[in-house]
């Protein structure tokens, strides 16, 4: 895909779309992810739920087992919709980092 093809993806997508996409490039740039948080010595360091023991990993294997967002939301009553976006948008920006989470757990 060229820069050009991309900035008429982008110009095509509405209001909510476009600051998503901006919220996604904003955390790549840094460290700094919006209710994504890794704290070595909490879930071996892996990326979770902010102030939860809740790996981002876990719940990524939890959707392609076919739990939908509502599903996790009863399973995990201390997160929002929000944290499961933030959980979504991090999968979808760090995926071999994600893969290589779940393949170390599967072994376990």
Do not use: F
Request: aromatic share 6%; proline share 5%; net charge negative.
């Amino acid at each position: 895909m060229t820069l050009k093809e991309l900035e008429q993806q982008l110009l095509a997508l509405n209001p909510n779309e476009k600051v998503q996409v901006i919220q996604l490039l904003a955390q790549s740039l840094g460290s700094n992810w919006q209710g994504i948080e890794k704290t070595p010595r909490v879930c071996g360091g892996e990326a979770r739920i902010t102030k939860t023991r809740i790996p981002v990993w876990v719940l990524v294997e939890a959707q392609r087992l076919g739990y939908s967002d509502s599903d996790l939301l009863i399973s995990y009553p201390t997160i929002t919709a929000t944290d499961l976006a933030n959980a979504w948008m991090y999968a979808k920006a760090h995926p071999d980092e994600i893969e290589l989470a779940i393949e170390r757990n599967e072994v376990a």
